[in-house]
């Protein structure tokens, strides 16, 4: 018995590259050229109005396509409302993503549907995914052409969360195993990290490395003593939970490789973060990205890339929504 299941998992293991080579076969560039030939035009205006609004545009849509793609691949699940208020958003690990993350895609949509010759020909998992490209280029970032022919997913429930998404505690084993999962490798993990570079996260989601981190130590000695302390006057105990301070203290509005600099001087806010620099698997990577931010960028594109075919709807898995928080 135990050699047969061991035989299982070494079929399922190796038939997982072909699931998802094959369900995101259907992506392609300019997917949506005598569909559409106008979306990443109208896509990229609503989201450059929306970033001059507000920086969180940024971070809150790069944030919400990783979010999605994670859960049940990316097909706009994320985006989801429900009355039961069991949906992915609902989750405790989503009720964080920024309002102006979904707002993004909202107004992008709408921007889409105002061309007769567009409407609701285009799924919002694709806007989203074009949104997350031009929030990257808006900040400094690296542009690239993004593949499109997804389709918006049906099912979207709160339980399939936390099992998917990477907690900021996470050691590398964690990490690894759970972007392996999505077939994403150590080189993706590491570059895709790097979008910790912009946006902020609230005081609750590192406390523990500041205050009480064990027996012997209230810090996480791999935190830089001089960041540690700042880390606790901006975020002191029984601090207000709706607090949040940037994730890169240097440069947090520039899409650049800072956060691998930072990383490198023990100025990791989460775990999940540190750890890249301080276990030897991932090590050279950082070494590579903070020293090369061409290197990092051309990892980065690949890594986003490769995250954007995961979980691709085909055929009756799903529909191109009207209304991108309800299904059809």
Known sequence: MEHRNSFLLSFLLLLLPLLLNSASAQLKQNFYQNICPN????????????????FVT????LRLFFH?????GCDAS????????NAEKDSPLDQSLAGDGFDTVIKAKAAVD??????NKVSCADILALAARDVIVLTGGPSYTVELGRLDGRVSTNTSVHSNIPLPTFNLDKLISMF??????????????????IGSAHCARFAKRING?????SVDPTLNSTYAQQLQQECPKNVDPRVAINMDPNTPRIFDNTYYKNLQQ???LFTSDQVLFTDSRTTKLVNLFASNVTAFQQAFITAITNLGRVGVKTGSQGEIRRDCSAVN
């Not at 979306?39 to 507000?54: D, L, Q």
């Open 39 to 54: 979306v990443e035009n109208y896509v990229r205006s609503a989201v450059e109005k929306k970033f001059n609004e507000t």
């Open 58 to 61: 940024a971070p809150g849509t």
């Open 68 to 72: 999605d793609c994670f859960v049940r």
């Open 78 to 85: 994320v985006l989801l409302a429900s009355s039961g208020n």
């Open 114 to 119: 105002n061309d007769s010759k567009c409407k």
């Open 180 to 197: 392996t999962a999505h077939g994403l490798s150590q080189t993706d993990l590491v570059a895709l990290s790097g979008a910790h570079t």
């Open 213 to 217: 981190f064990s027996r012997t130590s």
């Open 266 to 268: 023990g100025m990791g």
